[in-house]
């Protein structure tokens, strides 16, 4: 196949592959992504810093002839191969390259050789040299300086800066599943990049938001973040202003949250979801932006990307046989497993339902919510039997209106 490669920077290119057609990675939805990888020719030595997913090969091959011409180089040759990341997006490629050029030295976290050779059993016997926050590798006239960021977002990830043109190759961390023709922030809406990037921090990296600030941290001590020019990562569009990823990074993992509060509902006769439109007329009163979710037909990885800059929820499904709608169940677990707690704020909860007979949704609801680290506010619940009447409408909107008014305060 023929594709292109694309120069970055003297001697830097980037050679990953589009993946024009995925829509789930990591249990969440998307509209495509990228597998980035990047060539950097020193004078003794080419490097290539990460790989791209099985399948992939023969596009991040044509880019990689593609570079070498670029270069002027006949003969292609890679002398090293930093796995910033074992995971099979970042990796499957890496045996096919071993098999070419079986001298290639490859470099990666200490933990991420067992990993790759669990992986690839064919790397077995290849020798791999393990790197450590602080080391330095010299290619010639170019040199990278290697900082372990393990969780972000798996125990091996490393990060690898680029001194001399300030090129941090970050893999995962600052990405986005986004795939354009064009590779730089400045090339899309600065919005909907934005907006990709939120739905990536929220479903890959909030659990991880503690570190996320060490990190910047540890990076700024070393005088390493200072020398960052642009952060290519391993997923969507290279930022070429490196603050508004890491202003957004910063936000997001400190709970730095917007006036907004995001309504989540399922319904089974209308009567839960009269509930939630009258809950957000209330809050849209009060000039508090709001976030709807029907639970019958939004993803739940989009439900948390509005929640992760939201101030609060308002959550409410009919009961069920005494419990919860079945619906929220999968929301209720995934709120678990991303812990927004992490970010250092419980965001507040309210919770409404309707009911038949016994009622039950709203204390189970409740009790999950409040495991789940959020700041439940029990006294402003609403149940309603049956269909809502015009007196109930009104607690509704006065719910979403008082909530509205607390997170002004
Ligand atoms: Fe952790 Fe993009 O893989």
Redesign the pocket.
């Known amino acids: 196949m023929k594709a292109d490669a694309v120069k970055i920077a003297d001697g830097v290119y980037w050679v990953g592959a589009l993946d024009w057609d995925a829509r789930e990675f990591h249990g969440y939805t998307l509209d495509g992504t990228t597998y980035n990888c990047y060539l950097v020719f020193g004078d003794d030595k080419i490097a290539l810093i990460d790989n791209v997913y099985g399948g992939f090969f023969p596009q991040q091959w044509a880019r990689i002839e593609d570079a070498f011409a670029q270069e002027g180089k006949d003969e292609i040759q890679i002398d090293v191969v930093v796995q910033n ?1 074992i ?1 099979n ?2 990796s499957t490629t890496l045996p096919t390259i071993v098999d070419k050029f079986p001298d290639v030295e490859i470099y990666c976290t200490q933990i991420a050789i067992p990993g790759l050779k669990k992986l690839f059993p064919v790397l077995e016997d290849k020798e791999m040299n393990p790197i450590k926050t602080g080391d330095t590798l010299d290619i010639g006239g170019k040199s990278f300086t290697f900082i372990n960021a393990p969780m972000l ?2 125990t091996d990830s490393n990060f690898t800066l680029y001194n001399e043109e300030g090129i941090l190759f970050s893999n ?1 961390a600052f ?1 986005q599943h986004y795939c354009s023709g064009k590779r730089y922030d400045v090339d899309v809406d600065a919005k909907e990049l934005e907006n990709v990037a939120k739905k990536y921090y929220a479903n890959l990296i909030t659990l991880s938001s503690p570190l996320v600030v060490n990190k910047v941290k540890e990076m700024e001590d070393l005088g390493l973040l200072q020398k960052v020019k642009m952060i290519a990562p ?2 969507g569009q290279i930022w070429t202003n490196p603050q508004t990823i890491l202003d957004l990074y910063t936000k997001w993992a400190t709970g730095d949250a917007d006036d907004k509060i995001t309504v989540i509902y399922d319904t089974m006769h209308h009567s839960t979801q009269k509930l939630a439109h009258q809950i957000a007329e209330g809050i849209i009163s009060e000039g508090v932006d709001v976030s709807m979710h029907y639970l019958k037909e939004d993803h739940e990885s989009d439900v948390v990307t509005d929640v992760l800059d939201s101030k609060a929820i308002c959550l409410g499904v009919p009961t069920m046989m005494n419990n919860p709608y079945p619906n929220v169940g999968k929301l209720i677990y995934y709120f678990n497993c991303l812990s927004f707690a992490n970010c250092g704020v419980n965001k507040k909860a309210v919770t409404f339902s309707s009911k038949g007979w016994g009622g039950g949704a709203i204390k189970n609801l409740n009790s999950a919510l409040e495991e789940a680290g959020f700041d439940v506010l029990a006294d402003d619940v609403l149940d309603v039997k049956f269909l809502p009447n015009e007196s109930e409408l009104e607690k509704a909107y006065e719910l979403g209106k008082n909530i509205a008014k607390l997170i002004k305060e």
């Open positions: 990341h995971e997006d970042h977002h798996w995962d990405g391993c997923h």
